[in-house]
């Protein structure tokens, strides 16, 4: 491939994000369609349409490998695991009881779907990990089990329209439903602390990046990610062949997780939003790898799988919930924080109107972004050995 063509590409892909970016920030209707979505439509086109030199796929196979391990630490690095392990009582048991019904939807649903879907074990690995963290947990697995392109994208955008369902269910009819079964959310305080200065709206919020004072500690961070990726991917290299980068993937986020113990690497500000943008470049990436045919046909199937995992693990995460009596609101808002990610809480808590539960829902929410590898690669593995 030419040097040049290749340069142009990488170019191309580095900065149409930033564009992307803006225009999320000036448009509050591109904002709604949101920056991922963009950026996998605009790479689904490109992938499709014969536009790309003959010989990218390579280049875009290694933007992939790169990506996803660099931004991991980003991402990490601002949560305040300290503070987060003292999360009041029913908001940790409704975590938990999220993640367990996550766990059992996807056994079910891979029980149902694993002679349909190819490669099943790999795609309940990418469901336990998005539904208990995000988009970034998704990126991840994708790496760490090495999933098909077309499959990862097929899966990703179901989960967008499934999730769309879910979330307009939470914030219309889901209170007055959970009641029947649920106590009532019981104001203990007003809460006006946030979660370590970071709201839901700040999460989404890229301004300020090249001031003075926030630049170059970001700098530093990044480089600091870079060496975290080098640290994982030498494990690469001691690892057996076929879970090398599963290894990698793990041993970058325990590392990253690590380094946010020490106090000036976790007040570094706006490492979570340079990781995400490190992100979206992944998605751009991706997208223009998969190939919308076999993404038309695997869809429906996988659609299957996803509905069983969001609506089945919200029905037995009130079950557990009821015995326990975790009012309603909580157990809303830990389910929309874990299957649509910390960005919604701030939606829920205005259509449920209280803010008291904004706190819970964005502590739960990050604990899931660092938790979601883990659980998303032990369990595919664990179910590739069960059920081969």
């Given at each position: 491939m030419?040097?040049?063509?290749?340069?142009?590409?990488?170019?191309?892909?580095?900065?149409?994000?930033?564009?992307?970016?803006?225009?999320?920030?000036?448009?509050?209707?591109?904002?709604?369609?949101?920056?991922?979505?963009?950026?996998?439509i605009?790479g689904?086109?490109?992938?499709?349409?014969?536009?790309?030199?003959e010989?990218?796929?390579?280049?875009?196979?290694?933007m992939t490998t790169?990506?996803?391990?660099?931004?991991?630490?980003l991402?990490?690095?601002?949560?305040?695991?300290?503070?987060?392990?003292?999360?009041?009582?029913?908001t940790?048991?409704s975590?938990?009881?999220?993640?367990?019904?996550i766990?059992?939807?996807?056994?079910?649903?891979?029980?149902?779907?694993?002679?349909?879907?190819?490669e099943?074990w790999?795609?309940?690995?990418?469901?336990?990990?998005?539904?208990?963290?995000?988009?970034?947990?998704?990126?991840?697995?994708?790496?760490?089990?090495?999933v098909?392109?077309?499959?990862y994208?097929?899966?990703?955008?179901?989960?967008?329209?499934?999730?769309?369902?879910?979330?307009?269910?939470?914030?219309?009819?889901?209170?007055?439903?959970?009641?029947?079964?649920l106590?009532?959310?019981?104001?203990?305080?007003?809460v006006e602390?946030?979660?370590?200065?970071?709201?839901?709206?700040?999460?989404?919020n890229?301004?300020?990046?090249?001031?003075?004072?926030?630049?170059?500690?970001?700098?530093?961070?990044?480089?600091?990610?870079?060496?975290i990726?080098?640290?994982?991917?030498?494990?690469t290299?001691?690892?057996p062949?076929?879970?090398?980068?599963?290894?990698?993937?793990?041993a970058?986020?325990?590392?990253?997780?690590?380094?946010?113990f020490?106090?000036?690497?976790?007040?570094?500000?706006?490492t979570?939003?340079?990781?995400?943008y490190i992100?979206?470049?992944?998605?751009l990436?991706?997208?223009?790898?998969?190939n919308?045919k076999?993404?038309?046909?695997?869809?429906?199937?996988?659609?299957?799988?996803l509905?069983?995992?969001?609506?089945g693990?919200?029905?037995i995460h009130?079950?557990?919930?009821?015995?326990?009596?975790i009012?309603?609101?909580?157990?809303?808002?830990?389910s929309?924080?874990?299957?649509?990610?910390?960005?919604?809480v701030?939606v829920?808590?205005?259509?449920?109107?209280?803010?008291?539960?904004?706190?819970?829902?964005?502590?739960?929410?990050l604990?899931?972004?660092a938790?979601?590898?883990?659980?998303?690669?032990?369990?595919?593995?664990?179910f590739?050995?069960?059920?081969?």
């Amino acid at each position: 491939m030419n040097p040049l063509a290749v340069v142009l590409m990488v170019a191309f892909y580095v900065l149409f994000p930033v564009l992307v970016i803006y225009a999320c920030q000036k448009s509050p209707l591109v904002d709604k369609l949101g920056a991922v979505i963009i950026c996998y439509i605009v790479g689904i086109v490109i992938g499709n349409i014969g536009v790309l030199p003959e010989g990218s796929f390579g280049v875009l196979d290694l933007m992939t490998t790169i990506t996803v391990p660099l931004a991991l630490p980003l991402l990490l690095f601002s949560i305040n695991f300290v503070r987060w392990f003292r999360l009041a009582g029913k908001t940790a048991l409704s975590l938990l009881f999220i993640i367990i019904a996550i766990i059992i939807a996807s056994f079910v649903g891979f029980m149902i779907f694993k002679d349909v879907i190819p490669e099943s074990w790999k795609v309940a690995g990418l469901m336990m990990g998005v539904y208990t963290g995000g988009t970034p947990n998704l990126a991840a697995i994708k790496v760490a089990l090495d999933v098909d392109p077309t499959t990862y994208l097929t899966v990703h955008t179901a989960d967008v329209f499934i999730s769309a369902i879910h979330l307009l269910f939470c914030i219309t009819i889901a209170q007055r439903l959970l009641h029947t079964f649920l106590p009532r959310f019981k104001s203990v305080a007003a809460v006006e602390e946030e979660v370590d200065g970071m709201s839901s709206e700040d999460i989404s919020n890229y301004s300020g990046m090249f001031k003075k004072g926030v630049f170059l500690p970001l700098v530093g961070a990044f480089f600091l990610s870079a060496v975290i990726f080098a640290a994982g991917g030498a494990l690469t290299l001691v690892a057996p062949e076929n879970a090398g980068a599963a290894v990698a993937i793990l041993a970058i986020t325990t590392l990253s997780i690590g380094a946010s113990f020490i106090t000036k690497i976790r007040n570094i500000e706006k490492t979570f939003q340079l990781g995400m943008y490190i992100i979206l470049i992944f998605c751009l990436v991706v997208g223009s790898m998969a190939n919308i045919k076999q993404l038309i046909t695997t869809a429906p199937a996988i659609i299957g799988y996803l509905f069983i995992c969001i609506f089945g693990s919200m029905l037995i995460h009130v079950v557990l919930s009821s015995i326990f009596r975790i009012d309603a609101d909580t157990v809303i808002v830990t389910s929309v924080s874990a299957i649509c990610s910390p960005p919604f809480v701030g939606v829920v808590a205005g259509a449920l109107k209280n803010k008291e539960i904004i706190v819970s829902g964005l502590a739960t929410g990050l604990i899931g972004y660092a938790i979601g590898n883990y659980l998303g690669i032990f369990m595919a593995y664990a179910f590739h050995a069960l059920f081969p």
